[in-house]
T-cell receptor, first 115, second 109 residues
Framework: DADVTQTPRNRITKTGKRIMLECSQTKGHDRMYWYRQDPGLGLRLIYYSFDVKDINKGEISDGYSVSRQAQAKFSLSLESAIPNQTALYFC??????????????FGPGTRLTVL | GQSLEQPSEVTAVEGAIVQINCTYQTSGFYGLSWYQQHDGGAPTFLSYNALDGLEETGRFSSFLSRSDSYGYLLLQELQMKDSASYFCAVNSGYSTLTFGKGTMLLVSP
């Protein structure tokens, strides 16, 4: 079984709809991250969480919110989806360690299309 | 702010050696990582450099020069399966990564 799972894998929705992307991990890591990937723009950090009570905004948090329901679960919500949120979304985890040495482990991604 | 520059595309033939460069400007620096991503797949970790010099992992090596804010990924004995996108990423000390825009490597027979 995959260590980091994301649901759904693909989603098509309409402008204005609320949508939630879910991420679960069995790696026992404390740190979880949400990224979006657009063609030619690499991976950009949306939100990150270092433990259940810690939530931090990333580079592009506007229009998104997150919930860390448990150590193993980190959800990303789009309160009112808009077409420019069409992208590939990745969840990632990393273990607590010396600063700078954290390897990140990525889920398979959710391809979201907003019409 | 933070920025990373890497070439958008590199082409090479099977069996060859290719080098993918990365230059960065960051407000803090703990290390430079490299990730590989096959088309539409999950990025996977390749290597990490915190100190100057070369790190070797099989056919892949990564180099860092902190004084030049520069690093590179070296892929040897290229195989078709190495066709993928390669991202450099900086950890600037907050345990988050800032990624470059990626280099697409195309390996031809």
């Amino acid at each position: 079984d995959a260590d980091v799972t994301q649901t759904p894998r693909n989603r098509i929705t309409k402008t204005g709809k609320r949508i939630m992307l879910e991420c679960s991990q069995t790696k026992g890591h404390d740190r979880m991250y949400w990224y979006r990937q657009d063609p030619g723009l690499g991976l950009r950090l949306i939100y990150y969480s270092f433990d259940v009570k810690d939530i931090n905004k990333g580079e592009i948090s506007d229009g998104y919110s997150v919930s860390r329901q448990a150590q193993a679960k980190f959800s990303l919500s789009l309160e009112s989806a808009i077409p420019n949120q069409t992208a590939l979304y990745f969840c990632a985890t990393s273990d607590t360690g010396l600063a700078g040495t954290d390897t990140q482990y990525f889920g398979p991604g959710t391809r979201l299309t907003v019409l | 702010g933070q920025s990373l520059e890497q070439p958008s595309e590199v082409t090479a033939v099977e069996g060859a050696i290719v080098q993918i460069n990365c230059t960065y400007q960051t407000s803090g620096f703990y290390g430079l990582s490299w990730y590989q991503q096959h088309d539409g797949g999950a990025p996977t970790f390749l290597s990490y450099n915190a100190l100057d010099g070369l790190e070797e992992t099989g056919r892949f090596s990564s180099f860092l020069s902190r004084s030049d804010s520069y690093g590179y990924l070296l892929l040897q004995e290229l195989q078709m399966k190495d066709s993928a996108s390669y991202f450099c990423a900086v950890n600037s000390g907050y345990s988050t990564l800032t990624f470059g825009k990626g280099t697409m490597l195309l390996v031809s027979p």
